[in-house]
């Protein structure tokens, strides 16, 4: 058989996959410890080669075009082929059979999904858990785009063109400075919180918060104060502690214990008091590792331990 050396290069490949996942040349150069010009030279080479017009390009950075999404979809299952061959001797394969990678909304509590992957870990050894944390969009993207398998998400979510199973339900709770004059409460509703200020963080989560915030005071005829900083979630009680304002959160989040904060549950009526969290999943892209995980996922929730 006689080959031909093909007009691309894997390193180009992985270099339009990570601008298309960043939304930025200069945040995928950065990634790859390389400059902004070489990247966007690679691009123009590959749509030189194909043809193809991959990205719209604007002030705020980059966005696969739909050509340019279903190329890339493509050259990722390609590179996923190549890293197989590639670190085969790397990896004992009479003990890894297949691999999933899992895309968790940042920042999910650890304590539940690290126990859920510890127990699909010791039910499946040949199965590899892959696991990234990311915003809620760069989730959705990246699960589309086909560079994870699965996104377990937080708060609402509309399917469109995936598949999706709710995995557990976290009940809300608010945290305050240990000064505040609801400190001490064993619960409140959201009636009780009206007139106070909240602050979120920037990220997906916080995003989640906010939205939950509106509903919950939605009844008021004032607009909720919501203070958002530029900082991930998982920062915000910093600002509690220092007595800025007040946190929606969970109750998984007690176990941070920060000194200086307390949490008091939400409870009440019709009123939003819990956040859902689901996986999502491409139409038509179930497979046994896949599912061993949203099984893992699913019984835990609802038992508290996985047999």
Known sequence: MTFIRPPLEV??????????????????????????????????????????????????????????????????????????????????????????????????????????????????????????????????RSLDLGYIDVAILAGDFQAYDFETRHLWTERLAIALPERHRFAGCRALAWADVRGETFVTGSDGRGQAFERILRRGLGDQTDTPRVIRQKVPQADILGFVRAGVALCLTTDAWREMRVPGVQFVTLTGGNAVTHLDYTAAWRQGQRNDALDLFIESASTFAATGSIS
Do not use: Y
């Open 11 to 140: 390193w180009q490949l992985i270099c339009a996959i990570t601008a298309a996942e960043r939304g930025s040349i200069r945040r995928a150069a950065e990634d790859l410890g390389t400059r902004p010009a070489r990247i966007r030279r690679h691009l123009l080479r590959i749509e030189d080669v194909t043809g193809l017009s991959l990205f719209h390009r604007t002030h705020a950075g980059i966005r696969a075009t739909r050509e340019g999404e279903r190329f890339l979809k493509e050259a990722t299952r390609l590179l996923r082929d190549f890293d197989g061959l590639s670190n085969r001797k790397n990896r004992d394969w009479t003990s890894v059979s297949s691999v999933l990678r899992a895309g968790i909304q940042a920042p999910v509590i650890t304590g539940r999904m690290t126990t859920v992957l510890a127990k699909s870990r010791a039910r499946r050894p040949d199965v590899e858990i892959m696991l990234e944390s990311r915003g809620r969009r760069r989730l959705l």
